[in-house]
């Protein structure tokens, strides 16, 4: 059984930050890339950042040089530090990894429950 439980939501006020976690727990073996998505009211689930085992990242347009997303391979854990947070980044941030579980394993991919991002006055 592997989980993803992410931590660090919250109401914040327009230009403010927040730091999101996700950490991955159960039977791993490696995690490959790992990712945060978000999903705002009425609208389809978006890709935020992603950051594979080596490091390399890849942002969307939108947070680019707002958002940073890093890991701790160690911890099984990855990081969204938002910076300068606008009204348009509330929504709903999940975790997604690609994770085996045993050596020479496919990698399956695994979702979190969720937090709940508020950018408000």
């Known amino acids: 059984q592997v989980q993803l439980v992410e931590s660090g939501g919250g109401l914040v006020q327009p230009g403010g930050s927040l730091r999101l976690s996700c950490a991955a727990s159960?039977?791993?073996?490696?995690?490959?890339?790992m990712a945060w998505y978000r999903q705002a009211p009425g609208k389809e689930r978006e890709l935020v950042a992603s950051?594979?085992?080596?490091?390399?990242?890849k942002y969307a347009d939108s947070v680019k040089g707002r958002f940073t997303i890093s890991r701790d391979n160690a911890a099984s854990t990855v990081y969204l530090q938002m910076n300068s947070l606008k009204p348009e980044d509330t929504a709903v941030y999940y975790c997604?990894?690609?994770?085996?579980?045993?050596?020479?394993?496919?990698?399956?991919?695994?979702w979190g429950k969720g937090t709940l991002v508020t950018v408000s006055s």
């Open positions: 950051i594979a085992s080596a490091g390399w990242t």
């Open positions: 997604n990894g690609d994770i085996l579980r045993r050596w020479g394993d496919y990698a399956l991919n695994y």
């Open positions: 159960g039977s791993i073996f490696s995690i490959n890339n």
